[in-house]
């Protein structure tokens, strides 16, 4: 836990000293959800197009961050220094979870109520909205950490990680998808089928945070 503590606290200090990455996820979103808005030519959404619009967004504004969650370790000896240290390597992957699920809380702080102003008429559904985003953030953020740790090490990491990450959250897009569409819907929020898709993200949350915990140390050494 101390690890933990230590490698979370520098994270969110150097981002909050150099602001290399929730600025520019929050303005790729600005600048996507203004592109959407005069592409589709609509002045509202509502259900499936509503809940793509926003998913989407939320997922490539993610990989932003995936691409460089890891950087400092690469550059500054991070991964020699938690080898050589006498802590659970898996330290590091939960402190970057953490991270990367802070960092796509912020975005979204900014980036749903920008979507609400530009396209919903009604903002009844965001607060059962703001659950799915929340096991979307954690699927994101767990699948992310890995693949990243992955690629880090890679030249053609900013093209190697998407490629394997966006098939791995194939699913994580389709249950999100499923449980906001109704949120979003025209008539007022409904929650037909939102406890299935809920319970759907959980499993994979779960099953991926569970994946990570036991393959990471390995993916270290490696």
Known sequence: MNAFRTILGKDLRTELRTLESIPAMALFAAT????????????????SLAAGVLLATVLFAAILAINRVFVSEREQGGFDVVRLAPVDGTALFAAK???????LVVLELIAVPLFALLFLDSAAGLAPLALVLAMVDLGLATIGALVSSIAINSRARDLIAPLLLLPLLVPVMIAAAGA???????????????????????????????????????????
């Open 97 to 103: 979870v953490c991270v990367l699920a802070i960092y």
């Open 32 to 47: 996507t959800f203004v592109l959407f808005r005069f592409g589709l030519d609509r002045t509202s959404l509502e259900g």
């Open 180 to 222: 906001a569409e109704p949120l979003l819907a025209a008539g007022g929020p409904s929650y037909d089928g939102f406890g299935k898709w809920i319970a759907v993200l959980a499993l994979y949350d779960v099953v991926f945070g569970l994946v990570g915990y036991a393959v990471y140390d390995f993916l270290l050494e490696d």
